[in-house]
């Protein structure tokens, strides 16, 4: 069974940081495209930052540029997303997701791969 576990949201301050991790299992990802979406209450699941399968290549929505950075360990088989300076708009449960065929795409359904989501909740 191939699965994406998300981990590292919590509850934080406005201002603070979080660092999130997505860990793959069931096969390797390390030649895959991979991604961050997040879903707040009553909206739809949007676009957050996504990643070459080598890292050298990043794209991040408008909303989070400059304050959010998106990385990855293959030999861990690991992606994460470091959040500085958290506003309350970022609160969400946020997704990894795997598998593109371009690792920009903002569209769901382009992604194959999905984990169940880390709640993050910014306080004011």
């Known amino acids: 069974q191939v699965q994406l576990v998300e981990s590292g949201g919590g509850l934080v301050q406005a201002g603070g940081s979080l660092r999130l991790s997505c860990v793959a299992s069931?096969?390797?990802?390390?030649?895959?495209?991979m991604a961050w979406f997040r879903q707040a209450p009553g909206k739809e699941r949007e676009f957050v930052a996504g990643?070459?399968?080598?890292?050298?290549?990043?794209y991040y929505a408008d909303s989070v540029k400059g304050r959010f950075t998106i990385s990855r360990d293959n030999a861990k088989n690991t992606l994460y997303l470091q959040m500085n300076s958290l506003k309350p708009g970022d609160t969400a449960v946020y997704y990894c997701?795997?598998?593109?065929?371009?690792?920009?795409?903002?569209?769901?359904?382009?992604?194959?791969?999905w984990g169940q989501g880390t709640q993050v909740t910014v306080s004011s």
């Open positions: 069931g096969r390797t990802f390390s030649n895959s495209v």
């Open positions: 990643i070459s399968w080598s890292g050298g290549l990043t």
């Open positions: 997701a795997a598998d593109s065929p371009y690792y920009g795409s903002e569209s769901r359904g382009s992604w194959k791969y």
